[in-house]
């Protein structure tokens, strides 16, 4: 018995039964080995060229593969900004934590704040109470002190009296005086006003004042004479319900020449009439002065001497 190639024709000997069935089991493996060697055969050509066409593939894509070549360095790059970008993030996330905790205690603040501006409002309003309250008691204190009630009544009555005296004065030398109570005078140092009293004298001519004891002898006693005339009659307008019919002036017309003599009289003529006076009654020791009045009483030795003129020049 012997192997024949493929397509050869196997001579056919007649052998035993058990050989023959070995070798026809043979034969078939044989068979089968040799349709498996011819497909990998096959297999292994269509990998050659699959692997031909890979290659060539490869060789085609290795320029675009190149731009990939700094890819594990770009990648650690990336990372590493990822990483910090992490960092940032927790870090903003903390600041932001502490901002939202910053206006909390703002608005906490800003709520106190206005409680307290409501409350200083308050105060103040109390304050401003008490202080008002603190200067009226202040100032009852004053003009209940032993010269503030006299003070003020001299404050309150002074622009009428002023009022009254200047037109009392008007006529009297050519009308260039008119005066003024002065309350008040600066301190010594300047800071500050303290009280007093005086009477100020205005030249409306040359414009300038002085006090009343800066004027002349004459000039003086007239304007002595029409603040006391002022002072009498807004003393005799405050009596509700009283009437003075008569006012009396004593020795009031010293060191008065021919002019003032007649500016006295009608002064004291005025004053009857801003009084509302039914007459006046003045002593008077100068002839140039009783002369100009409506009647004379002369008093002699302590008594009236009826129309005896010429007994009282010589009193």
């Known amino acids: 018995m012997c192997l024949a190639g493929p397509g050869e024709r196997i001579p056919f000997t007649f052998a035993p039964s058990q050989r023959l069935l070995s070798l026809v089991r043979l034969l078939v493996r044989c068979s089968r080995i040799e349709v498996r060697r011819e497909e990998r055969l096959k297999g292994l050509d269509r990998l050659n060229q699959a692997r031909a066409e890979l290659t060539e593939e490869l060789g085609r894509k290795e320029p675009a593969l190149s731009v990939f070549a700094d890819l594990d360095a770009r990648v650690q790059a990336s990372r590493r900004e990822i990483e910090n970008t992490d960092r940032l993030i927790i870090s903003c996330r903390r600041e ?21 501006r409501t409350r200083l409002a308050q105060v103040e309003a109390e304050l401003g109470a008490a202080k008002t309250e603190q200067e009226d008691y202040t100032y009852l204190a004053q003009v209940f002190g032993p010269d503030e009630i006299q ?11 002023s009022t009254l005296v200047n037109a009392l004065l008007e006529g009297c030398f050519d009308n260039k005086f008119e005066i003024r109570f002065r309350t008040q005078r600066p301190k010594a140092d300047g800071k500050g006003m303290v009280d007093d009293f005086d009477v100020e004298v205005r030249n409306k001519n040359l414009d300038r004042t002085c006090l009343v004891d800066g004027l002349s002898g004459g000039q003086f006693v007239l304007v002595n004479e029409a603040v006391n005339l002022g002072i ?3 003393n005799m307008r405050q ?35 801003l009084g509302g006076f039914h007459q006046v009654i003045f002593i008077c020791h100068t002839p140039l002065v009783w002369e100009l009045a409506d009647s004379i009483l002369p008093v002699v030795g302590g008594c009236v001497v009826m129309g005896d003129h010429q007994a009282a020049s010589t009193d």
Do not use: H, W
């Not at 502490?98 to 106190?112: D, H, P, T, W, Y």
């Open 96 to 116: 932001r934590d502490s901002l939202i905790a910053r206006q909390a205690q703002i608005k906490q603040r800003q709520v106190q704040m206005e409680v307290a």
């Open 151 to 161: 003070l003020c009544e001299i404050q309150a009555a002074g622009p009428e009296v």
């Open 232 to 234: 009498a009659i807004y």
């Open 239 to 273: 009596g509700e319900g009283v009437r003075y019919e008569t006012l009396f002036r004593d020795e009031t017309e010293g060191a008065l020449d021919a002019t003032n003599a007649k500016e006295y009289v009608r002064m004291l003529r005025r004053a009857m009439d």
